[in-house]
């Protein structure tokens, strides 16, 4: 409890390779939440104690094959109700969980918990510079309130800059009928 | 095979297809009740290969406009099957276990459930859901002139937890198959009866399956009909509407205009009140978490027994987890998950059984409530 800042946490996790169970790695974080401000992502600094695995051969195929398509990519519901995941829709799951993760730091106070449930639509759209970029529409799952959220999320990755998560916005209502 | 979409104009056509359907013996999709039939509603009936075009005769000679729904049942029973072929015993049985079945699939292997062990299984009416739909519940009983204490088991609360009723279908059929093989097995029904509730929120489930993947309430509507849904599990009369809650319709766990005003709740609810002294233990599965929650989530003053429980809880999850590590944390949802009043594990404490425990299956939320059906059989193993 850091008096008139907010409360910080200490962690220490193993992380875990989802495409290699027996592969993992240790990591400290801390975790500060800002008191009052409920709109200000939690700080985090984390320090990882070994080395991440190499994904450059995959990242390598998946790259050339989305650059190669000659329609967009376009594709609903990974995981389908049944849990399944077409193994080429695989990589793209990847992503969006990665992503997700990016709205889910943003969007964490000490009273969420936020998981991505299921991606609910996913197209592609060309780019002429190098990046590849995704549109996805994601439900999370929040833990407390048992809501499902819709939100809509531009994403562009490249093998060699990662990740990054250029527009969100959290959509209205939420998946109930 | 073929199913077919009918939708019959008048009421001739509708007895004419109920002619058809019990001297045919053909298979109804829905409605589920061959007097469910009705004028203007649609109708899906999967007819066997060699009987279609006598079918279709018949149709064109009443003049029944139908089509084709889908032309080849088969070839979609392949598509959907999962490409490891398991053990010999689903084929044997015909029912795949390692799948997720819809609600009338679940109706139909309760019936031939009860009709293959006849001798150990009765199928018993619990109550109405809100849509009208018969709720039913297994008991397994070994004959004997005792009287026997009570093991309550229910699954699929919350609409959008397809491994739960995967589950609870999963493990009357581990007892049954196993009854005469396994002396466990057998010693625990001399002293137990099992009393197994595979889908209490049918019509949520049904919306799960249809419409909405990630529905979790029933679907009685509020408001005009405007919103729809109550969250059983925040519906019991323990601490009702006091924390973890919404009073508004339109959230997820909102907790209906009072306690037990859900059919489904009160249909449970009067059941165990009537047999509670009988009850030694409550279990209502869910998904997902990875916990066994014992009382109470409305407090976090601990039940009295609270040592037995946590011990009896501890015991469970070691033994879960000696199957494939999957570790479960054990604990009263105040202290390890969230408060939540209504719910019915805490109910049925509050009413006097003494274990009464939430199990919150696989996974951790990697796949959350779309856990994939090759992870029924794991899932289920550990948790037997």
């Known amino acids: 409890d850091i008096k008139d800042v907010g409360h910080k946490y200490h962690l220490e996790l193993e992380l875990e390779d989802e495409l290699d169970k027996d592969s993992t790695v240790n990591c400290t974080a801390e975790v500060l939440y800002h008191l009052g401000n409920k709109n200000v992502a939690p700080d985090v600094q984390f320090t990882l104690e070994g080395e991440l695995k190499s994904t450059e051969e995959a990242d390598h195929v998946f790259y050339t094959r989305i650059r190669s398509l000659e329609k967009e990519l376009e594709a609903e519901n990974i995981p389908d109700s049944h849990g399944h995941v077409p193994p080429e829709l695989q990589p793209l799951h990847l992503l969006a969980w990665a992503a997700s993760g990016f709205l889910v730091w943003q969007n964490s106070t000490e009273n969420t918990q936020l998981q991505l449930a299921q991606v609910k639509r996913v197209k592609q759209v060309r780019r002429s510079d190098k990046y590849l970029q995704f549109d996805f529409q994601v439900l999370l799952h929040e833990m407390v309130s048992q809501e499902i959220i819709p939100w809509e999320m531009t994403v562009l990755w490249h093998p060699r800059d990662g990740v990054q998560v250029t527009r969100e916005s959290r959509q209205p209502g939420h998946s109930s009928g | ?384």
């Open chain 2, 1 to 384: 095979d073929q199913v077919l979409h009918i939708v019959p104009a008048t009421s001739q056509q509708v007895q004419h297809l109920q002619l058809l359907h019990s001297t045919l013996l053909l298979d109804l999709w829905k409605p589920l009740m061959p007097e469910d039939i009705m004028a203007g509603e649609e109708l899906h009936i999967r007819v066997p290969a060699p009987l279609v075009q006598e079918v279709k005769d018949s149709l064109d000679q009443h003049m029944i406009s139908y089509r084709v729904l889908i032309p080849d049942v088969q070839k979609l029973v392949d598509q959907s099957m999962p490409r490891e072929r398991s053990s010999h015993k689903q084929v044997r049985e015909g029912y795949v276990y390692t799948q997720y079945h819809p609600m009338e699939e679940i109706y139909q292997w309760m019936t031939q459930i009860q009709n293959n062990y006849s001798e150990l299984v009765t199928q018993h009416f619990l109550g109405m859901t809100f849509e009208n739909r018969p709720m039913y519940y297994l008991q397994i009983s070994q004959p004997s002139n005792k009287a026997k204490k009570i093991i309550w088991m229910d699954c699929g609360i919350h609409a959008r937890e397809w491994i739960s009723p995967a589950f609870c279908q999963w493990f009357v059929k581990e007892i049954l198959q196993n009854y005469k093989s396994d002396p466990k097995i057998r010693r625990f029904l001399k002293n137990l009866d099992l009393y197994v509730l595979p889908v209490l929120n049918i019509d949520g489930y049904i919306y799960s399956w249809e419409t909405n993947r990630l529905w979790r309430k029933n679907r009685s509507p509020s408001k005009n009909g405007t919103c729809y849904g109550t969250d059983l599990n925040r519906n019991f009369n323990s601490s009702w509407g006091t924390v973890g809650v919404s009073f508004d319709c339109s959230s997820e766990v909102f907790c209906g205009s009072g306690p037990e005003s859900e059919p489904e709740t009160r249909a449970v609810a009067q059941f165990i009140r009537r047999k509670k002294s009988d009850i030694a233990c409550f279990l209502t599965i869910h998904s997902y978490g990875q916990l066994i929650l014992s009382p109470y989530g409305s407090t976090t003053k601990p039940p009295s027994n609270n040592e037995e429980l946590i011990q009896v809880g501890e015991k469970a999850a070691a033994a879960l987890a000696g199957k494939y590590g999957t570790s479960y944390k054990v604990g009263p949802p105040s202290l390890i998950l969230y408060n939540n009043s209504g719910s019915s594990r805490d109910w049925a404490h509050m009413v006097g059984i003494p274990l009464s425990y939430t199990f919150e299956l696989r996974d951790n939320g990697t796949y959350g409530f779309l856990l994939p059906a090759n992870q029924i059989q794991p899932t289920c193993e550990e948790t037997m």
